[in-house]
T-cell receptor, first 114, second 112 residues
Framework: DTGVSQDPRHKITKRGQNVTFRCDPI?????LYWYRQTLGQGPEFLTY????????KSRLLSDRFSAERPKGSFSTLEIQRTEQGDSAMYLC????????????FGQGTRLTVV | GDSVTQMEGPVTLSEEAFLTINCTYT??????LFWYVQYPGEGLQLLLK?????DKGSNKGFEATYRKETTSFHLEKGSVQVSDSAVYFC???????????FGKGTRLSVIA
């Protein structure tokens, strides 16, 4: 297992288009998290799953954002009708559902909306 | 809500200098505290953690002590190397098993 992988690494899209990102967590990890990071800021929590159940969504996650983890393995994050303000690095992390366990991060998908 | 405040960067040090990056937090209950590091071109990696008051986390020469009385978790290293150049993030989980809340990050540059 090579860790958390995200695809694509970079995405440039025109305003108004839909985009979808994929995250493959470490195989035995049952928790999967999505974060967004803008320049000069720390990662901001968006949503997370335990197995296939979406346990929490941040109020940052507008109705244009949707995330799924259909079989409790990989996850997708879709942004509909992208806006320039959506330009950011989207990070995925995974962990075991245990107290104080380490979250392992992918390298992120950088989205640029033009 | 829960939050983390880190000292503003960038921080530039000469090799072998002493490093302190300040971190304070606001949280209800008893959070767990973490330092993550992001090297250029890489993903975030856990550097160290502490799960209760007075615990000291340590790794790769870095240390941080969980100070509940001052709500702080300052990162220190006695002698930095060029390879320590990275962005450092202080973070907490409010109850040890919930999503991380991050500070804004502090960029460290170490020059030879």
């Amino acid at each position: 297992d090579t860790g958390v992988s995200q695809d694509p690494r970079h995405k440039i899209t025109k305003r108004g288009q839909n985009v979808t990102f994929r995250c493959d967590p470490i195989s035995e990890h049952n928790r999967l998290y999505w974060y967004r990071q803008t320049l000069g800021q720390g990662p901001e929590f968006l949503t997370y799953f335990q197995n296939e159940a979406q346990l929490e969504k941040s109020r940052l996650l507008s109705d244009r954002f949707s995330a799924e983890r259909p079989k409790g393995s990989f996850s997708t994050l879709e942004i509909q009708r992208t806006e320039q303000g959506d330009s950011a690095m989207y990070l995925c992390a995974s962990s075991l559902a245990q107290l104080n366990t380490e979250a392992f991060f992918g390298q992120g998908t950088r989205l640029t909306v033009v | 809500g829960d939050s983390v405040t880190q000292m503003e960067g960038p921080v530039t040090l000469s090799e072998e200098a002493f490093l302190t990056i300040n971190c304070t937090y606001t949280a209800t209950g008893y959070p767990s505290l973490f330092w993550y590091v992001q090297y250029p071109g890489e993903g975030l990696q856990l550097l160290l953690k502490a799960t209760k008051a007075d615990d000291k986390g340590s790794n790769k020469g870095f240390e941080a002590t969980y100070r509940k009385e001052t709500t702080s978790f300052h990162l220190e290293k006695g002698s930095v190397q060029v390879s320590d150049s990275a962005v450092y993030f202080c973070a907490l989980t409010p109850s040890g098993n919930t999503p991380l809340v991050f500070g804004k990050g502090t960029r460290l540059s170490v020059i030879a």
